[in-house]
């Protein structure tokens, strides 16, 4: 993955730079937050949590992307002193968090494989001289005796694993390397508190990571998995041409505001780039197919806001804390509701409101599990990797229902982590659309027979060919005179062409519906085919109807102030609790925040973020000491960039 510059070289040599040294035990928790990071309380479970450290106790902490994990484990290190570990398998997470720690005044470093041999060699030497109080490091580095040495020589005050979900073989990112963090720990003289740490897990992940970590009477906290500032909505293109044509509207409408559009393909990525580009929005691309240079050039240009649209693959992101993003869109279906939360988790990490839209297509079925049946690992036993395979298609079968269901989306994603939810939450694409029930039983029922003839047709005829996937489905139904529907005899058949009145796109929606109510099946592998299941044949035995919801056009939207500059507009958007007034002074702070990125080659959420711009405007502080009071401003950055925000507060009153 790519990184910042401040990821390697500039950041392990920090010998004389003057940074905080570790607080004692005067020094409480609560005042490291705020003289450090600049927060006034804990968010929930943040407390009890930094409490267990400091009393020695293990923690296993499952908290959603921007709940603050990573408060729970650096508010303890500065307060224990010594040496904080914190395990990453993302290059770009050390990077970004190593370099936020240095805006605030704190000493850390990271040791992974960006860093060449010297570079990793100082960081060891500053660790062993005790010059660091948090540093990030690659699982793989565990197994350097060197790494051992110095961690056994030293002492280790504090062990944090982040991503703790790719220990266990059941989660979605399993990675051997992880098993080997135990081996670890059983060789230091001295065990320090271990603390794993993830934003997706289930109840079966969770005990393994217990089990895997050999964890001592862990404070167990699973917080609430739900995102309040995200809003989630579904559209369904029936074209190629569409979804192009529907990204092209979303983006327009933001060109002003950071965002990330997740592709399934590298063909995909260059494609969508191209037309966003031509279309005259700030977009760049990231992909492995790129060099390391062209990636890490595009990531900078994307964090630092010299543009607005990253498009991407999944292999973009992970461990990015780019705090103002105001949307993310994934033009094709992702492989499994836990990829799909953290990607779209990535809007909105500040706390502002933020946008996640899924634009689905039945053909990205295929694809995903075309990529899922190609997937190799050679880090991993035949068994492992067949229990991974069945594992994913589970996955991408709740995926699947995630993309068409009719029922409150938040609710949906929330259930499936094993959160009790509403059925309504008023800020989803599916609360906020105009639905209409229709039965579609004599539509449900002619796709169900059409399933059926199919394979009586094809045993008749002695042929292996019993079912047909969902296209070939449509083309009968619709009675299409393709070649392959002529030279198998399926115009033939009774139900041929006997929906020939309905749209594809609506066939296509009954058909996911039947898969999701289990009267069809779906199976998985390259060509993946339709059956008819045991309860479809009950279902046509009786006379049940089959309800939909149907949607009767777009969600509806919040108007919006037509009498606000067209910028002033934006902030209102990304900031909707600001008054016009208000926004239009967060407009301007927007614009000094990215003038000093720039100057200091850093970027700009590494300033302030979002949500701390918010908080001035509201606050409007005229001191040094009011400025203390606005969220997200500690002691060292109001020291180092106060005074500029302050004199443009003052420029504007």
Known sequence: MGEIDTSHGSIGRIGSSGLARPRHGEDTALAILRSTFGYEAFRPHQAEIVDAALAGRDVLAVMPTSAGKSICYQVPALALGGLALVVSPLISLMSDQ???????????????????????????????????????????????????????????????????????????????????????????????????????????????????????????????????????????????????????????????????????????????????????????????????????????????????????????????????????????????????????????????????????????????????????????????????????????????????????????????????????????????????????????????????????????????????????????????RAAKVLERGWDSLSTYGIMSEVPVPRIRAIIDELVFREYLTRSSGDFPTIELAGRGVVFMKGNKPFIMRIAKGKPRAPKRDERRTRKARNAGEEAPDLTPEQAELFERLRELRLSIAREQQVPPYLIFNNATLEDMCRKRPISAEDLLEVSGVGEKKAERYGQAFLDAIAQEA
């Open 98 to 480: 190593v370099t936020a720690l240095r805006q605030a005044g704190v000493a850390a470093a990271c040791l992974n494989s960006a860093l060449g041999a010297e570079e990793r060699r100082e960081v060891l030497s500053q660790a062993s001289r005790g010059e660091l109080t948090l540093l990030y490091v690659a699982p793989e580095r565990l197994d350097d005796p060197a790494f051992l040495d110095m961690a056994s020589g030293h002492g280790v005050a504090l062990l944090a694993i982040d991503e703790a979900h790719c220990i266990s073989q059941w989660g979605n990112d399993f990675r051997p390397s992880y098993q080997r963090i135990r081996s670890f720990i059983d060789a230091l003289p001295t065990r320090p508190p271990v603390m794993a740490l993830t934003a997706t897990a289930t109840q079966q992940v969770r005990e393994d990571i217990e089990a895997s970590l050999a964890l001592r009477n862990p404070l167990r906290v699973v917080a609430s998995f739900d995102r309040p500032n995200l809003s989630f909505s579904v559209e369904r293109p029936s074209s190629r041409a569409d979804k192009n044509a529907a990204l092209l509207e979303f983006a327009r409408t933001r060109e002003d505001r950071s965002g990330i559009v997740y592709c399934m393909s590298r063909r995909a990525v260059e494609e969508v780039c191209d037309s966003l580009c031509e279309a005259g929005l700030a977009a760049t691309r990231y992909h492995a197919g790129l060099s390391p240079e062209e990636r890490e050039r595009n990531q900078e240009d994307f964090l630092f806001d010299r543009k607005t649209v990253m498009v991407a693959t999944n292999a973009f992101g992970m461990g990015i804390d780019k705090s103002n993003v105001s949307y993310v869109v994934h033009y094709n279906l992702p492989l499994s509701l836990e990829n799909y939360y953290q990607e779209a988790g990535r809007a909105g990490r500040d706390g502002t409101r933020a946008e996640c839209l899924l634009l689905y297509s039945p053909g990205d079925v295929h694809t995903a599990e075309f990529l899922l049946s190609r997937t190799q690992r050679d880090d991993l036993t035949p068994e492992q990797l067949q229990t991974m395979h069945e594992a994913d298609e589970a996955r991408l079968r709740q995926m699947v229902f995630y993309a068409t269901t009719t029922d409150c989306l938040r609710s949906f994603i929330l259930r499936y982590f094993g959160e009790e939810a509403p059925a309504y939450c008023g800020n989803c694409g599916n609360c906020l659309a105009d639905f209409e029930e229709v039965d579609e039983r004599t539509n449900a029922l002619k796709i169900l027979s059409c399933v059926a003839r199919v394979r009586q047709h094809a045993i008749a005829a002695n042929s292996p060919a019993t079912s047909v996937g969902a296209g070939s489905l449509v083309d009968i139904l619709r009675g299409s």
